[in-house]
């Protein structure tokens, strides 16, 4: 007689606490399809009538069962059902046992052929991780800001190019441009924003120091549609590589872009339209888009947005690409959200989508690659994610919650604030702030069931001081568009870098705090 405990559940336990799916921007609820929501709704329990869900289907005498992986329950003398089953990595049983010999990035693969991070899957194995002095400023290199060209659409709290802050920013990546999906031609995203690319990159003449660069794809590129398949299909042939590689430097140089930031964030993943073949042949096609812009005559950048989570993170190859970008930009916000509500493992919680304590923990997957710090941007972003509370005598993280919270009056999304529409909560006689030290997030409860999680100065400089002791090259924000000049008045206020001269500005410095360099003042 063995055990009738569900011994994958048990396996997996530490992994569904561990991994999230992160999405790239506040305005759509992130699709929750990671192994968290798959194992989490498995039953690991199997019978002569009942097969498994996951695993090879082992009996005892009574014709109760488990469900597991390997020899042990996928031989011929012990398994009742599903007994071609494969674990995920081979722990030492050998290839007719395992879908591959090892995990994905790097991470470990545990004595029962499942890949994960946390101490049940690596026995003892730590991540080195980066560390530099007390003190550093590696990150004040690069401030990268996300702008959102169709903002103009929102009824209130719009940004247009000319009101831009200036100053701060080193970098603004102008959000997005597509791939057109029969010809491979860059294409506008929609005709507001295409109107706007001449504007944008206009901003230089009054920012000496300033780049701006196209960032193409983002997450709705692969939503069901016309352009769901573009990346991959571009990907897959040199010939459609070239087209794309043509169209791209005609572009940037007819609207002065700098540069490109490749925004592909699903490749390989099914779920999303990826293919198993984009695992390749992305880094074939950084390599040549490299190669090309450099024989263009001019200097274009290029970047690669990266996932924060597991479960997309694995479909890039990072070590193959790096060598092909100036940097990466990690997502590391939309951690939690709405949709935990959906996944057995998490629950209707509501928990900070930019807990730090979670953003070094997924940074680990680039350490475990040797990817250099340097080269890697953290996300921040000007946005809550927001919820309804069930109880309002708990309003404290780990709470549960009922649903997002209401939609703001300009950015109208259940579930999400803009940074704009929270400084105006603020103002409010019943609003409450409080700082989680913990997970570096504030905390801000109003109306009596109304929670959002956010960053302000304070929380922006644990989060730049810890982007500093990981030696990290620099920051990236989403979105621009969605501040009111208040938090990069805040971030600004923590740099410490030679100052960017600005001319003919819309805001005037008294209104933006300030970052000194020595005895100068922004």
């Not at 702008?147 to 802050?165: A, F, K, L, S």
């Not at 295409?194 to 997450?219: C, F, M, N, P």
């Not at 999400?416 to 400084?423: K, P, Q």
Request: with cysteine; hydrophobic share 35%.
């Amino acid at each position: 007689m063995f055990s009738k405990t569900p011994l994958l559940l048990l396996l997996l336990l530490p992994l569904l606490a561990r991994l999230t799916t992160a999405e790239s921007d506040f305005s759509i609820q992130a699709k929750q399809t990671d192994l968290v929501s798959v194992a989490a709704d498995e039953d690991y329990s199997c019978s002569r009538t009942k097969p498994c869900d996951l695993g090879c289907c082992k009996l005892d005498s009574t014709g109760a069962g488990v469900c597991g992986a390997g020899p042990d329950f996928c031989g011929a003398d012990v398994c009742h059902s599903q007994c071609s089953w494969k674990s995920e990595c081979d722990p030492g049983w050998g290839a007719a046992w395992s879908n591959a010999s090892s995990c994905p990035l790097e991470v470990c693969c545990s004595d029962f052929g499942f890949c994960g991070t946390t101490e049940d899957f690596c026995n003892g194995r730590v991540v080195s991780k980066p560390e530099c002095a007390a003190g550093g400023r590696s990150s004040d290199a690069r401030t990268i800001g996300y702008y959102e060209g169709w903002n103009g659409q929102r009824p209130c709290g719009t940004m247009p190019p000319e009101d831009i802050p200036l100053g701060y920013y080193t970098h603004i990546f102008y959000s997005f441009a597509l791939v057109d999906p029969d010809t491979f031609h860059v294409a506008p995203m929609d005709a507001e924003t295409a109107s706007h690319y001449d504007e944008v990159t206009g901003l230089k003449a009054r920012q000496d120091d300033l780049e701006v660069w196209i960032a193409i794809g983002g997450w709705a590129m692969n939503d069901p549609g016309p352009y769901r398949f573009a990346f991959s299909d571009m990907a897959s042939s040199e010939a459609n590589q070239d087209a794309f590689f043509d169209s791209l430097v005609t572009f940037m140089m007819l609207h002065d872009f700098d540069g490109v930031d490749i925004d592909w964030e699903y490749p390989v993943a099914e779920d999303r339209g990826g293919i198993e073949a984009d695992f390749d042949n992305f880094v074939n096609m950084m390599r040549r888009l490299r190669v090309h812009l450099n024989a263009s005559g001019k200097r274009f950048g290029v970047s690669l947005t990266l996932p924060a989570s597991y479960w997309y993170l694995r479909g890039f190859d990072v070590v193959g690409l790096e060598p092909h970008v100036d940097f990466f930009n990690v997502m590391t916000y939309d951690i939690h959200g709405t949709w935990d509500s959906t996944v057995r493992s998490l629950g209707p919680y509501a928990f900070a989508h930019t807990n730090l304590t979670e953003i070094d923990q997924g940074l680990e997957l680039l350490w475990r690659n040797n990817i250099n710090p340097e080269r890697v941007n953290m996300g921040l972003g000007f946005y809550g994610r927001s919820f309804t509370m069930k109880d309002p005598s708990c309003m404290a993280a780990g709470c549960e919650f009922t649903d997002g919270a209401r939609g703001g009056e300009c950015t109208g999304t259940p579930g999400v604030l803009s940074a704009a529409e929270i400084v105006k909560i603020l103002e409010r006689d019943d609003a409450k702030m409080t700082l989680d030290e913990a997970a570096a997030v504030q905390i801000v409860t109003w109306d009596s069931d109304q929670w959002v999680s956010w960053d302000d100065r304070t929380t922006l400089k644990m989060k730049q001081d810890f982007a500093n002791r990981r030696c990290l090259g620099g920051t990236m924000v989403w979105a621009i568009d969605l501040d009111d000049g208040t938090l990069i008045g805040e971030l600004g206020g923590n740099l410490n870098r030679p100052k960017s001269t600005v001319t003919n500005g819309t805001y005037d410095t008294a209104d933006l705090a300030t970052y000194t360099t020595g005895e100068e003042e922004l």
